[in-house]
């Protein structure tokens, strides 16, 4: 089993022009020290082995391999990373691409932790891990510190012999603006929506948390043989739905440009695996 991060957001939102994995937690200690502090506890009290890998954007890779450079139990450079996938912004006046001469980094954005799938394939992560003889990937975000690596769960996904197993918490009214867990009504199978996917009409029924009493944690359980399969079947892709955002070219710049971000959602995956199953977890495995 790999035990994998998505680490491709930045904290600018909270004034900072790194990962948001740096931001300081406890102490002196950032999200990222205390994951790399988990991972060793977690291969001290099993005397085993974790692999561990991370997900990072153009905009955090550097920052963030520099940061965990201090760890020697913790793989290094490709052992430890892959780069997910950039696209470009479009106008949302004219749909062409964006410009921003003053700082061209800010044309391009990651396209949503969808990418996760496309990104594995293409940089042959995928490939890597299962020559290696890994079957099974847990898969969250880098801000939640209660994503741990759960034997039970892992247990329990390995014995379901599910494809694909989501981690899911009782939605709340602070939850009722997140995805939630929904079943197709031609398939019967479990499906994501997302809130950028309801129409304005629709949006009090996807609020309902009586109606859609469960959402998305973000802590997936995936079979990375069966995630092959899904690529091989669909010719080297995913079919996952694409959400727009709307956003400005310049993230700190509200007067700038505004502008379309085309994203996919990771977990919105769960519609592509027959047999995908989800789990109902306690809050302790969701705070970020």
């Not at 995913?238 to 959602?265: F, G, H, W």
């Amino acid at each position: 089993t790999v035990m994998l991060k998505l680490n491709g957001g930045l904290g600018t939102g909270m004034g900072l022009a790194m990962a948001k994995s740096l931001l300081v937690v406890k102490g002196q200690d950032t999200f990222l020290d205390l994951i790399a502090k988990q991972v060793q506890a977690t291969k001290s009290t099993f005397g085993q082995d974790l692999a561990f890998m991370l997900m990072n954007s153009f905009s955090t890779s550097k920052d963030t391999l520099e940061h965990l450079s201090k760890y020697a139990f913790l793989p290094k450079a490709a052992d430890l990373e892959f780069v997910q996938n950039k696209a470009p912004k479009v106008n949302a006046a004219d749909l062409t691409p964006a410009s921003y001469p003053e700082d061209r980094s800010h044309e391009w954005c990651p396209p949503g932790h969808g990418d996760l799938y496309p990104a594995m394939l293409g940089s042959g992560t995928l490939a890597a891990l299962r020559a290696k003889g890994l079957r099974y990937m847990f898969v969250s975000n880098s801000d939640n510190l209660g994503a741990t690596m759960d034997l039970k769960l892992l247990t329990h996904f390995a014995r379901s012999g599910a494809p694909f197993m989501m981690e899911v918490a009782e939605r709340t009214e602070a939850d009722k603006k997140g995805g939630h867990l929904a079943r197709d009504a031609k398939t019967g199978g479990l499906l994501l929506r997302e809130s950028a996917q309801c129409p304005e009409a629709d949006e009090k029924a996807f609020q309902d948390t009586k109606k859609y009493k469960f959402f998305n944690t973000n802590n997936l359980w995936v079979d990375l043989d069966a995630l092959q399969a899904q690529f091989d079947k669909h010719g080297g892709l995913l079919p996952l739905p694409v959400i727009k955002n709307s956003k400005t070219v310049n993230p700190r710049d509200k007067k700038s440009a505004k502008v379309i971000q085309l994203e996919t959602a990771m977990g919105s995956a769960i519609s592509c695996f027959e047999g995908a199953i989800a789990v109902c977890i306690p809050r302790t495995r969701f705070a970020p």
